[in-house]
């Protein structure tokens, strides 16, 4: 029997590389996005394909969705510091009313859910690296507490569908992911990096880049999705890639691989800017058997064509 998998986000960058491969596995996909912040140009190629469907719809309001449904997988969100600080409602409302909403289609359809939560339930941690078991040191009234309490919200409610109505659930923690379709102007290190080294640009590190984060290529992060949403795992798990750079080393990393002359400038530093990040992902090497095999170097290769196509568009 065919399998059917419903995608919230499913236009986004997470989103559309997980369609691309569950439909590559055989699997029906509903992508639903109301397109804040994701793009039909992430899924065009996948329109008119057998078995993909669109639906453009915000997920805070009622979600109905016609037959069977195996998966959800619940990625809708602005999951950028500048995307999230626009949107700052919009973000704890999809988190909040929009995960409610899609664990209540899961119990009705009994479909096994699968939420995309994120490293930033962490905070600015004092455990180095974090484990899943660390608690987090987060501040819920700075600029990032719409996104941090919203995802942490997000799975206290699905472990309550999963321990109250016996809703089979997954809990991924995503660490910062970068490839192809990620938007131009999303903010993050990886495409502002990618752009300005492109256009012969000042860099913009804030603070003095002593900060560090750990960079996942996509296809690892599906990979270790799909591996989670297929195990029988309900407690959160870390899937990222451990390899720890600071943020100045990254930028100096991208300026060599585009062969740019782009001088380096800081910035200040946002607030609450973690100072340190990097999964401990021990668990998921013990229970799914998973660990990351692109390493950044040759992540940073694989996405240079997308960003270099992006960058001749828009000078265009
Ligand atoms: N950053 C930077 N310059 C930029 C964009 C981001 O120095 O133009 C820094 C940012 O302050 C953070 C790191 O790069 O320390 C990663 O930022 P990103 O927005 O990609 O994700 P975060 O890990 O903060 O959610």
Redesign the pocket.
Known sequence: MVRRALITGGAGFLGSHLAERLLEDGCEVICMDNLLTGTIDNIVHLLGQDGFTFVKQDVTQFIHVAGPLDFILHFASPA???DYLELPIQTLKVGSLGTHKALGLAKEKGARFLLASTS?TYGDPQVHPQPETYWGNVNPVGPRGVYDEAKRFAEAMTMAYHRYHGVETRIVRIF?TYGPRMRLDD????P??MGQALRGES?????D?S?T?SFCYVDDLVTGILTLLNSDEAEPTNIGNPGEFT?LQ??EKVRELCGSKSDIVH?P??VD??KV?RPDISKAQRVLGWEPKIQLEEGLKLTLPYFQERVRADNA
Request: hydrophobic share 45%; no cysteine; charged share 20%.
């Open positions: 950028s510091p500048i930033e910062n903010g993050r290190a990886l502002a990096f860099m913009t590190v804030f603070g880049g900060q984060r943020i990254f930028a910035q530093l946002p800017d973690p990040r």
